[in-house]
Nanobody, 122 residues
Framework: QLQESGGGSVQSGGSLTLSCAASGYTYSTASMGWFRQVPGKEREGVAVVDPGNGWTYYTSSVQGRFAISLDTANHTLYLQMHNLKPEDTAMYYC?????????????????WGQGTQVTVSS
């Protein structure tokens, strides 16, 4: 089970930190990531981390502004978001997938949280 928290409404330039608490499964071999979706558009990969080898991925629009991290002891995934822009407004989802390939593609993930809304006003 994955449970996101930390979403909210902020003004442009503000910051938020999303959390995703994982339970009921050992995600030690799973890639975990943050994805976002706005109505009428496909879900896109925002940031992904593979705890096995430390590989991380960021979509180009968030590089330098967002940081993904994984607290393996507490089974919690984080996404620190800084200098938020109105185009970052979306529902943000946490996902996990063991032994995934092409892990930035949301379609390879089988485990999802319910999502948390992030709204950035100009």
């Amino acid at each position: 089970q994955l449970q996101e928290s930390g979403g909210g409404s902020v003004q442009s330039g503000g910051s938020l930190t999303l959390s995703c608490a994982a339970s009921g499964y050992t995600y030690s071999t799973a890639s975990m990531g943050w994805f976002r979706q706005v109505p009428g558009k496909e879900r896109e990969g925002v940031a992904v981390v593979d705890p096995g080898n430390g590989w991380t991925y960021y979509t180009s629009s968030v590089q330098g502004r967002f940081a993904i991290s994984l607290d393996t002891a507490n089974h919690t995934l984080y996404l620190q978001m800084h200098n938020l822009k109105p185009e970052d407004t979306a529902m943000y989802y946490c996902a996990a997938q063991p032994f995934c390939r092409n892990c930035k593609n949301p379609r390879v993930y089988n485990y999802w949280g319910q999502g948390t809304q992030v709204t950035v006003s100009s």
